[in-house]
């Protein structure tokens, strides 16, 4: 029984998810290693732009393990990314023409406006506050290098 064309794709989908889910369980371990947080946003503007529904569904997915590993609220990061995508993504690709500078603020605003996103959280549900320390500046720069190859 062969295999048609079209399902390779979701096949290939489904071994990068196992392959981050392993990896995000290694970034907890290791600190050097960067949890993919910005590449995660970027594949998610991605495929909403694509309107791919699978690797849509998938990257969420990747999305609700990194916060389970991190101990974000559930769903937190899609809110954010979602907000973020409709209101101030359009207003980026109006003011900025060069992709580098595009793609650093993705990495940024998704850093940096997360944390500002679960500080906001905190306050109004009365959790403990986010923190935040010296290795997000790396993770930062080591992401914008991966996300200027993708």
């Not at 916060?67 to 359009?90: M, T």
């Not at 906001?120 to 290098?145: A, D, G, R, W």
């Amino acid at each position: 029984m062969q295999r048609s064309l079209t399902h390779k794709k979701s096949l290939t989908l489904f071994l990068y998810v196992a392959l981050f889910v392993m990896y995000e369980s290694l970034s907890s371990i290791y600190l050097f290693l960067p949890p993919l947080f910005g590449v995660l946003f970027l594949l998610f503007i991605n495929s909403l732009d694509n309107e791919d529904s699978l690797a849509t569904f998938l990257i969420i997915f990747c999305i609700v393990i990194f916060e389970s590993e991190q101990g974000y609220p559930i769903f937190s990061a899609v809110i954010y990314f979602v907000f973020i995508y409709k209101l101030v993504l359009p207003k980026i690709m109006q003011n900025f023409s060069c992709p580098p500078c595009v793609k650093i603020s993705i990495v940024l605003l998704a850093y940096l406006g997360f944390y500002f996103f679960n500080y906001i959280l905190s306050n109004i549900f009365l959790t403990p506050m986010p923190f935040i320390n010296y290795y997000v500046i790396y993770y930062i720069i080591l992401e914008f290098f991966i996300v200027s190859v993708l």
